[in-house]
């Protein structure tokens, strides 16, 4: 992990090394460099995080890569294959961009290592390699291949032939009848000229093959020339864009207590883009990147709603008169939810963000809302309340109330309160039904929104 | 009427005589014809393998044709000399080469220098030089003793007929000096150094008797990869001595252009697979 947050931190540019296969397999890509071009972020609030990246607008990664070539090989209408095809033909020997002398002393070194039949005899190692590399020559050549020419050269039959030469020249101005035995020759003599060229073409095949090869090597040119303008192109592009910090519809969860209720679940959404505005002339990650964030805060209330005669008890002055009932001795009071309504409570909140990242990897991130906004629609919910005090003979009271619980805004209503009260005495017999649209406010519970509210928003390398 | 009728027809016999003249050519300036046909073949394929991005091996092509039409024409030159044309030798030769081991330098492969060398001294009467040149020629196995015994037809050319066939040859010279320029070679002229295997022999003589002279040997299988492009063996010696002498560009180089012409070539793989691993790749 160290290692991963060094290289973040000091390089801009991370480069690897191209694997020889990838994707886009069947391309020599040795000569490009990609940068990693991704790197995780987390975004802090509360105990919340969001996990987000920091990444090359442009990134000039293997995935990319392949992109262009996929877009070239179709403009130049090949596949994979053609290339495959083309690469068997051609070259074999990739040109490698470095080559120290180190590494050339390896190949010198494996070379001799990998000869199958290193000859006999006292021989050293470049003399080996010759003669393990040479398919056509043995080590017994020396002094013999020019033995055997110059044994060649003295045969009797060229001794002949040339001592037959000079007297034919003689010849050919006296004598027509020789000059008739040599042009007699010509059509043997024309069909010899014209296998001149052949002769030198070698056999068909081998020439096919050559031909073959060298368009393959034609038409291979022709593909990395076209596709190092488009990764140049898009290099350059690239480099222009700089970095950028991306949430994309980041979320983040978590259960809370809502009135004393428990397992509701809050959903935090982040979209948030910050474009680096400013860097080092190295093109680091460094810099200063600014944007627009937009969060989306929603509220799955089902708990809430299923249990509103729990939640009811926690909600400002009726709760605590209920609690008082319930706690008074003689009193039996019984609370049921009779209606679950409709809870909806939404947050949306955005504005403008900027953060800075320092040479060291440190990031530092300022969010200034332009808009924060509270949607809550609560209505339906009804609480239905039953109660007897007993254990008097000389007075008895029973009755059943019934809550309705609603809210526009952050603040909780009890109203619509209708009630049956019923009184016994031995001097009175009492029975009144009290009904009335009233209502009272019962606060909001804030823990909805400890997360966010008043705590710091903080951004680093994942990493760290 | 009598004498115009008689006009007429000595007219008619001397128009059709004269056309008959010089519709019939002799069979031995065909065979003269059949040669420079067979030397523009080359040139031909020279141009081919340029098109086709094979530039070692379109060298040796032109270069052969070259030497050999060049060659040639000299041999003209010098028998038209002979015959009394112009004050000096050089007076004929003009600005086209007139010297027997550059001629023969363009390509050791080619024959025909030696030859018609030979053919020269045999036409002064210096039968012993002209032998030593024609034994060079045949020993090597481009030459065919049996077709190639015809070019001694020169000899017995008018000087007209002579100058016509320099004609036809300057017009493929030039042609071929169009698009090749002869590199001034200072590896020896000798008869043998038309084999490659000979010179492959040489250059690992050359490193047998000092292990460091890369570059001796290098000169070696330079001259044999001039020789014979299309063998693996004669790219795997330049693209080693090269590597010993610590050039690696040039070693990926002679390594690719053998696979080009020898893929097949397991030397050559084997280098190819060692220095992509090095490589990294």
Not at chain 1, 342 to 362: D, H, L
Not at chain 1, 363 to 376: A, K, R
Not at chain 2, 203 to 232: I, M, Q
């Amino acid at each position: 992990m160290m290692k991963k947050l060094l290289m973040l931190l000091l390089i801009l540019f991370i480069i690897i090394q191209p694997p020889t296969v990838f994707a886009a397999s069947h391309i020599d890509l040795s000569r490009v460099k990609f940068s990693s071009g991704r790197e995780p972020v987390i975004f802090t609030f509360g105990d919340l995080h969001m996990d987000g990246v920091l990444e090359q607008a442009y990134p000039f990664t293997e995935a990319e890569i392949d992109k262009l070539v996929q877009e070239t090989l179709k403009a130049m209408n090949l596949t994979q294959l053609d290339i495959m095809e083309a690469n068997k033909k051609v070259e074999k020997a990739k040109r490698a961009s470095e080559f120290t002398k180190e590494d050339l002393e390896r190949v010198k070194k494996n070379m001799l290592t990998t000869i199958s039949a290193v000859p006999a005899g006292n021989v050293t190692s470049v003399l080996s390699a010759v003669a393990g590399y040479m398919g056509s020559s043995s080590w017994d050549d020396i002094g013999t291949a020019s033995v055997d020419l110059l044994e060649n050269t003295t045969t009797s039959w060229v001794k002949d032939t040339a001592g037959g030469f000079v007297n034919k020249a003689g010849e050919l101005g006296k004598n027509a009848n020789t000059v008739n035995a040599v042009t007699n020759k010509l059509l043997a003599i024309e069909k010899f000229c014209e296998m001149l060229a052949d002769e030198h073409a070698r056999t068909k095949q081998k020439w096919k093959d050559i031909a073959d090869g060298a368009n393959a090597k034609r038409m291979l040119n022709e593909f990395y020339y076209a596709l190092q303008r488009k990764i140049d192109a898009y290099k350059s592009e690239s480099d222009e864009a700089g970095w950028r910090i991306l949430f994309d519809q980041t979320a983040v969860g978590r259960n809370f207590t809502f009135f004393g209720v428990d397992s509701n679940y809050q959903t935090w959404f982040l979209d948030m883009i910050l474009v680096q505005r400013a860097t080092d002339e190295i093109g680091s990650v460094a810099g200063i990147y600014q944007g627009s964030y937009h969060i989306r805060c929603t509220h799955e209330m089902s708990n809430f709603q299923s249990r509103a005669h729990e939640a009811i008890v926690n909600m400002g002055e009726v709760g605590s008169a209920i609690k008082k009932m319930q706690a008074t001795p003689g009193y039996t009071v019984n609370l049921r939810t009779v209606s679950p309504g409709k809870v909806e409570i939404e947050r949306i909140i955005s504005g403008f963000g900027e953060a800075e990242i320092k040479p060291n990897g440190e990031m530092i991130l300022s969010l200034q809302p332009e808009t924060d906004e509270i949607i809550v629609n609560i209505s339906g919910m009804e609480v239905e309340m039953d109660y007897s005090v007993a254990g008097s003979s000389i007075l008895q009271s029973r009755g059943k109330i019934t809550f309705q619980i609603s809210a526009d805004q952050e603040e909780i209503v009890i109203g619509g309160i209708s009630a049956n009260i019923l009184v016994k005495s031995p001097d009175v017999n009492f029975a009144h039904e009290i009904s009335g649209s009233g209502t009272v406010k019962a606060g909001w519970d804030k823990e909805i929104w400890k997360h966010w509210d008043g705590t710091e928003k903080t951004l680093q390398h994942a990493g760290r | 009427m009598r004498k115009l009728i008689a006009a007429t027809l000595i007219c008619l016999i001397i128009v059709t005589a004269l056309s008959g003249c010089q519709g019939k050519q002799p069979d031995y300036i065909k065979i003269i014809d059949a040669y420079i046909n067979g030397f523009s073949g080359l040139y031909e394929q020279g141009n081919e393998y340029t098109e086709l991005g094979l530039q070692l091996q379109a060298d040796y092509a032109y270069g052969w044709a070259a030497a050999s039409v060049s060659s040639m024409r000299y041999c003209i030159d010098c028998l038209l000399y002979l015959a009394g044309e112009g004050d000096t030798l050089e007076d004929v030769v003009g600005e086209r080469p007139g010297n027997w081991d550059e001629i023969a330098a363009m390509n050791y492969a080619s024959p025909y220098p030696y030859f018609f060398e030979g053919l020269v001294y045999n036409y002064q009467g210096k039968n012993e030089e002209a032998k030593s040149c024609y034994e060079k020629a045949l020993v090597n196995p481009k030459f065919s003793a049996e077709h190639d015994e015809s070019l001694l037809i020169l000899t017995i050319l008018s000087v007209s007929e002579l100058k016509a066939v320099k004609k036809k040859l300057i017009l493929l010279e030039d042609k071929i000096f169009e698009v090749y320029s002869p590199v001034k070679s200072r590896y020896p002229r000798s008869h043998l150094h038309f084999s490659d295997k000979y010179l492959r022999t040489l250059a690992k003589e050359c490193l047998t008797a000092n292990e460091n002279d890369y570059r001796g040997a290098l000169r070696h299988y330079k001259a044999a990869l001039a020789v014979n492009p299309f063998e693996g063996d004669n790219f795997v010696g330049c693209a080693l001595m090269h590597m010993y002498l610590g050039d690696i560009e040039q070693t990926f180089f002679y390594v690719n252009e053998g696979l080009f012409v020898d893929p097949e070539h397991e030397g050559l793989n084997k280098i190819a697979e060692l220095l992509n691993q090095e490589a990294g790749q």
